[in-house]
C-alpha cells in the first residue's frame, strides 16, 4: 500500500507562488503516470498537471505556461511550481499516482485572494 502525503498549500494573493509537494512511501519510479488534479467548491475534480513514464509532461489549458509539474525519483516526491496564481485557480490540490494501482493522496486546500 503507497500513501500520498501532499503539503505546500495556503492562503496567496493574486500573482503570487506556490510549491506543492507530494511524497509517496514508495518508489515513485514504479509509477507509469504522476499527477495533479484539483477541485473547486460545486466542480468536478479535474486534471491539472501530469508526467507520463517520467518523461513527458501534459498540462490543463488553463495553467500552460504558468505550472511546472516535475518529480525527484531520490526523495519520491512531485511538485506543483504554481506563479502568477489567479483566483481561479483555488481549489482542493490532489496528488495521483498510477501503476498497478491507482493511488490518491488527501488534498491540500490552495486559497488565491486579495
Known amino acids: 500500500q503507497v500513501q500520498l502525503v501532499e503539503s505546500g498549500g495556503g492562503l496567496v494573493q493574486p500573482g503570487g507562488s506556490l510549491r506543492l509537494s507530494c511524497a509517496a512511501s514508495?518508489?515513485?519510479?514504479?509509477?507509469?503516470?504522476l499527477g495533479w488534479f484539483r477541485q473547486a467548491p460545486g466542480k468536478q475534480r479535474e486534471l491539472v498537471a501530469i508526467i507520463i513514464s517520467g518523461v513527458s509532461t501534459h498540462y490543463a489549458d488553463s495553467v500552460t505556461g504558468r505550472f511546472t509539474i516535475s518529480r525527484d525519483n531520490a526523495k519520491n516526491t512531485v511538485y506543483l511550481q504554481m506563479n502568477s496564481l489567479k483566483p481561479e485557480d483555488t481549489a482542493v490540490y490532489y496528488c495521483?499516482?498510477?501503476?498497478?494501482?491507482?493511488?490518491w493522496g488527501q488534498g491540500t486546500q490552495v486559497t488565491v485572494s486579495s
Open positions: 514508495g518508489r515513485i519510479s514504479s509509477f507509469n503516470t
Open positions: 495521483k499516482a498510477t501503476g498497478a494501482r491507482v493511488y
